[in-house]
């Protein structure tokens, strides 16, 4: 088959492209590289059944494809904040013109979504039925709200034109080739260990979340966009951890003297995060394989590669 992957040189894609390339698919991975680098594909570009095109997928793009997974927008709270007019567009613009690609050609589309659309959620475990409690006009509305824009036209697509539609709700992934400087607990953790600062924690640490290792999360939407199920799926791991907890386990495995620091918790953070995944363990026969402890092991691990350079710079991962 011939697949797109738009946002393939982020984090989740370009874990997704090597999975992809593996099967020996075709593979085209779309990106403008805001959020993701050459680095994470450098092993695919001579390869030749992969094709790396530079486009904002705020314009349109015509392509011959089988399937697509939308995955194009910055994921972290820094970076879809700092122009959340623009991350808006991608999702909204974005997924309008990757629907439209999808209409055209046939394809089968995958909208990449979120436990976001969530919000701040009165019911957990969230189950798919839950219709969640978001801001409108807060700081992450134009990422929770723009997500949950993109579900609505991926379902009008699927009602007024008969596209093949998939959508997953993922929640908190981690794993290698993360950023380092994109704030998210996981990665701020593991650096702040790393370069022996003291871990910030927002709010009292009380806060729970879950997180699923990037394999496990790539095995699900491979297993969604496959199935004859349309979702909205949730795909994360329903393993619940405090950040306290999170925290603990990350100065454990790097540094058990390092200092915890408390900071003011930021606008709109979610109380509690945990996915309720038994329509994924129906639908798919989908479940997270991999524990918190082994993820950090590989996430530490490629960290340290690319951090530990004399002069502090982070060099190219090839993981
Ligand atoms: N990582 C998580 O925990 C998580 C959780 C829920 C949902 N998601 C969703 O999964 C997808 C991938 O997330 P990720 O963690 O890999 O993030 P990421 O920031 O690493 O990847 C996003 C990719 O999209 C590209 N991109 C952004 N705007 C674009 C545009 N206008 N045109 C073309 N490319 C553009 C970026 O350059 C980057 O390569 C996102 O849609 C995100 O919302 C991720």
């Known amino acids: 088959m011939r697949i797109l992957v738009t946002g393939g040189a982020g984090f989740i894609g370009s874990h997704l492209i090597d ?38 997928i705020t314009e349109p793009i015509r392509l011959e494809v089988d399937q697509i997974y939308h995955l194009a927008c910055p994921a972290s709270p820094v970076h879809y904040q ?3 007019v623009k991350t808006i567009k991608t999702n909204v613009i974005g997924t309008l013109n990757v629907l439209g690609l999808a209409k ?22 969230q189950t798919e039925d839950y219709r969640g409690n978001v801001n409108t006009i807060g700081i992450r509305s134009c990422y929770d709200e723009g997500k949950r824009v993109a579900e609505t036209l991926s379902f009008d697509y699927y009602r007024q034109n008969d596209v093949d539609i998939r959508v ?42 879950s997180f699923c290792y ?24 329903p393993d619940e951890y405090t950040i306290l907890e999170l925290a603990q386990a990350v100065q454990q495995k790097i540094n058990p003297s ?12 979610p109380r509690r995060r945990k996915p309720d995944i038994t329509r ?4 798919l026969g989908w479940q997270p394989t991999v524990p ?6 590989y996430t530490i691990a490629d960290f340290r590669a690319r951090m530990l350079t004399p002069d502090g710079v982070p060099s190219a991962s090839l993981s």
């Open 258 to 269: 390092a200092e915890i620091r408390f900071e003011p918790l930021p606008q709109d953070d």
């Open 19 to 56: 999975r992809l390339l593996l099967e020996d698919h075709e593979v085209i991975c779309l990106d403008n590289f805001y959020t993701g680098h050459k680095r994470n594909l450098l092993k695919w570009l001579d390869h030749p059944y992969f094709e790396l095109i530079r486009h904002d």
């Open 168 to 209: 997953a709700r993922i929640f908190n992934t981690y794993g290698p080739r993360m950023l380092e400087n994109d704030g998210r607990v996981v990665s701020n953790f593991v650096v702040q260990a790393l370069r022996g600062i003291p871990l910030t924690i927002y709010g009292d640490g009380s806060q729970t979340r």
């Open 214 to 237: 990037v394999s496990d999360l790539v095995d699900g939407l491979m297993r969604l966009m496959n199935s004859q199920h349309q979702g909205p799926i949730n795909l994360g791991n």
């Open 292 to 297: 918190l402890s082994q993820g950090l092991e």
């Open 82 to 84: 700092y122009n959340p």
């Open 104 to 125: 055209r050609v046939k394809a089968r589309f995958l909208l990449a979504s979120t436990s976001e659309v969530y919000g701040d959620p009165e019911v957990h475990p």
């Open 280 to 283: 994924a363990r129906e639908w």
